[in-house]
């Protein structure tokens, strides 16, 4: 079992960038795809990006697309979500999660685990 922490959220205003960071305890991290998901309030949680467990394969939800950039450091266990050009409506907590499967695009956010507290992003107009 994979057990993570969010960090590096923060306010920047639109078209600015952060990066995001997914720390994890546990021995077997690179074993695991890990994911990124988003809430913003008063909507369901949603997939943004997933990356493999050795890191050869990335996929995206569209409204990320050429935009983010997620990433793994397996020696740190830690996964990255960069974000580039920032918009108001990529306002949300930001959670990352693990799953022990192949890499999807349309797993729900309930079949992932090791949930951290998330961190918030707040874009600015």
């Known amino acids: 079992q994979v057990q993570l922490v969010e960090s590096g959220g923060g306010l920047v205003q639109a078209g600015g960038s952060l990066r995001l960071s997914c720390a994890a305890s546990?021995?077997?991290?690179?074993?695991?795809?890990i994911g990124w998901f988003r809430q913003a309030a008063g909507t369901e949680r949603e997939f943004v990006a997933a990356?493999?467990?050795?890191?050869?394969?990335?996929l995206y939800a569209d409204s990320a697309k050429g935009r983010f950039t997620i990433s793994r450091d397996n020696a740190k266990n830690t996964v990255y979500l960069q974000m580039n050009s920032l918009k108001p409506e990529d306002t949300a907590v930001y959670y990352c999660a693990a799953d022990a499967r192949l890499i999807s695009t349309t797993r729900p956010w309930y079949e992932y685990s090791g949930w951290g507290q998330g961190t918030q992003v707040t874009v600015s107009s």
């Open positions: 990356i493999s467990g050795g890191g050869g394969v990335a």
């Open positions: 546990g021995r077997t991290f690179s074993s695991y795809v």
